[in-house]
């Protein structure tokens, strides 16, 4: 008899194990102009690391991060590791895209930066692009179930027209080329465009906008950029979490501020809840 309650009481474990939400979160945090004197990362990098630590997301994933801001956060983040490179060398060089994960409870089974260009193995511009632009991925397995997951992170051009439109295709072509299993998948990023774009409107015929397709009501600003002006009216939505193979519970733009009621960021966080 005990020896059968042991074994019901481990499946029980593994069930819920299955059924928990998977929290991840979105954030543009600008990146350290040190000529700044108004909106310094230094005057921000705290504030910053208090709402990471409060949201608990399982996966962060960041746009415009300087090597030495995501040295910081991975030291502030106690149990968190990072996954991802520079855009300008592949390595620290550059503005990253990272991932940022809670290594207590998922390991990383295999990861990669490609950029979105006509070239993505290789260290280059995309088409009408001002800069070198990337995407960070990996594959996550939950330590305790085995269950695994794709997370994707992003940053697109803030010019390019058909350097945008092609970033989607080519984002979507390597999920479906990596992703020969239907796991779940997470794509998420600061992608310069409102949801009425082209480029936006294929993602969303793709995959699932979490924003329109959250259980519980969506709740937050309808946009996502502040541009740090703190009476500025909310209503520019260009950062998004997209999903395959899961159902969103929550999906929240975050406007929470530093007490002298300045953004923390010239975006908002990002956050959803997730079920597999």
């Not at 998922?106 to 990669?112: C, F, Q």
């Not at 992170?153 to 999920?175: C, P």
């Amino acid at each position: 008899m005990k020896k059968r309650l042991t074994i019901f009481v481990l499946f029980a474990f593994i069930f819920l194990g299955f059924s928990q939400e998977i929290k991840v979160l979105s954030y543009n945090i600008k990146y350290d102009n040190v000529n700044d004197t108004v909106n310094n990362w230094n005057d921000r990098k705290v504030a910053m690391v208090h709402l990471l630590k409060h949201y608990e997301a399982s996966f962060i994933g960041m746009q415009e991060v300087l090597h030495r801001q995501l040295t910081y956060l991975d030291s502030s983040l106690v149990g968190y590791s990072f996954i991802g490179v520079g855009r300008d060398d592949g390595k620290t060089k550059g503005e990253y895209s990272p991932i940022l994960y809670d290594a207590t409870k998922y390991k990383v089974v295999k990861t990669n930066t490609f950029w979105l260009s006509k070239t993505p193995n290789k260290i280059s511009k995309g088409w009408d692009a001002s800069l070198e632009r990337i995407c960070t991925y990996g594959l996550f397995e939950e330590k305790v179930t085995g269950k695994q997951l794709y997370v994707f992170n992003t940053h697109f051009d803030h010019r390019g027209n058909e350097a945008r439109v092609k970033s989607a295709e080519l984002i979507f072509q390597k999920i479906n080329e990596v992703n020969t299993t239907q796991l779940p998948v997470v794509l998420m990023g600061d992608l310069n465009l409102p949801p009425e774009s082209e480029p936006i409107q294929f993602l969303q015929s793709k995959l699932k906008d979490g924003k329109n397709h959250t259980i519980k009501a969506f709740y937050g600003p309808t946009g996502t950029f502040s541009g740090f002006n703190p009476d500025r009216k909310l209503d520019h939505r260009i950062d998004y979490i997209f999903g395959a193979n899961l159902e969103f519970s929550d999906y929240i733009h975050i406007d929470d501020r530093m007490e002298n009621n300045k953004h923390i960021s010239d975006h908002l966080p990002i956050f959803a809840s997730v079920k597999i």
